[in-house]
């Protein structure tokens, strides 16, 4: 029989389709090593995929046609609920798919037929099926000496760790070659000096559509030095039987079968945080709730849609993730600290004589900056973006040069910049800090307590931060869209008429609104408003919407003590509402809303 190549929805018994002497070829690696891997994703909506799909199906269908694919195996149980659409777009197009089907319940029987079903209908026996076992398990072997040497040695990088093992889900069409190149590797590697790290981070979840993720963190001192789904791919159990073979591979089963595998490779590996990555518009980012409770080290869950490099909020959850786990690895400290004087003073009367620290929280909305000294909180300000970038620096090179003297501070020491803007606009001289770890600083400056639960509602997102011993411990953040953010607030305040700081104070009998949506909520009010609903009590039902929002985080994430800050903790209604619903006590620092200039200003 010629050989011809047979495309993979996922990783299959490829024992199978060497012993029958076809080429496997992962469908995956095929779309997402393409020079533009967006043109097959683009092919598929074209066709009537939906936006709302997941894009690694989208992908697989237009590389498939993009390679002109005749035949494909499609894992219709244990792997994606789209793969039966996939298969029957394929037809039409006239490509030929076999179905395979992971039991659920790992039933060997079932497998084995399933197994069978396909050596029958590729046209192999168990005898030569078995002998390229024999051949492929030499290879998963030294693929599991390069996961030793990623974990044990610190030799090998969390993204070469991540490829080779991904590979090998169809070898690179060519077991023979892939495994020179190993050894190549290995050799190599092996010559290395071990990296410095200084956090060991499990990556868990399907492979990312992202293409410097490992690249990032590493850039931060964290090394992947696990790879979930991926090592799964090698096979690393080394069993004679292969239907036992499979039936060991945990992904396709039941998730609490994928969690005794991840549970103990945390221990093994001694790893500090997971990254759980989770792909838009994927059923199996449901399962984050089982891992978010079993898992017990710190998981940060991280979303992509299409393919391409991290986003600027991806990169600000990362950072905040990293900064976390250093902290609470004692890698740096946050030493007690009250000002001695909190008020705010007028700058022009301490200039040339203190040393100050300026702390700047670059928004999308607003630039609010924090003067500190050693006497505490010497100015704050805040300015439009817009005007702040127009009218108080340009851009000189790469990075914008802030006109101190038409702010009229002098004396300035040091700046930390933070905020969304940070890593879009460069301030000259700053030095840069993530934003969670801004408000952070913040808030312990503020409050000056060891526990509490932070929680920030600012103009455009929500964050939530559980802090022990003056240290995150977790946080959940909200930033993708402005539900229980000041916009909302700002948007219902317009549709009902009623000024910001008038809605601000109504909180009783609040009218019930299922929506809490910024769009959604426009339509739904409208309604109550024609049903003749008061002012009082409409604007008391938007205020009680961000309460609801609120809670079940505050409530995942509890202390005795809630510090709010942000814009709206001003809102009294809000925070009345709260209290009213929580038994913690809420605290509100006296500059809540520049929370996180100060605690820029604060960063040692
Ligand atoms: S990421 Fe999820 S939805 Fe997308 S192909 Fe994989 S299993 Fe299916």
Redesign the pocket.
Known sequence: MDKHKVGLT?TIPVEILFASDNLPVDVNNLFVTAEYPEKCIEYAEQTGYPRTS????KG?YGAMLEHKMKKVIAVMVG?????HSLMETLKLQGIEALSFAYPYDRDRQALKHEIEKLMKALGTTWEQVNLVKVRLDQIRRKLVELDRLTWQENKVTGFENHLWQVSSSDFNSDYQQFELQLDELLSEVNSRKPFKQKLRLGYIG?PPILTDLYQYVENKGAYVVYNEVQRQFTMPYFVDDLVEQYALYTYPYDVNFRLQDIQQEIKKRKLDGIIHYT?S????QIDDIVFKKYIDIPVLTLEADRPGILDARTRMRLDAFIDMLLNSNNHTEVNSHIATNNSVQNNKDNKNSKRLSCGIDLGSRNVKMAILSDDGIEDLRSFNTIDFYRDYGRKVGDVFQIDFDKLNLEGIHTITSTGYGRNTIKLANANQIAELEAHLLGALYQVDIDDFTLLDLGGQDSKVIMVRNRKMLDFITNDKCAASSGRFLENMATVIGVPLDELAQYYDNPVELNATCAVFGESELIGRIAEGVSKEELSAGINYTIVKRIEPLLLKLYSDTVVFTGGVANNCAIVNQLQSRIASKIIIPKHPEYNGAIGAAYKK
């Open positions: 996922t997941c894009s690694w199906i697989l792997d994606c609920s789209y793969t399907v792909q518009f994927c059923h199996r």
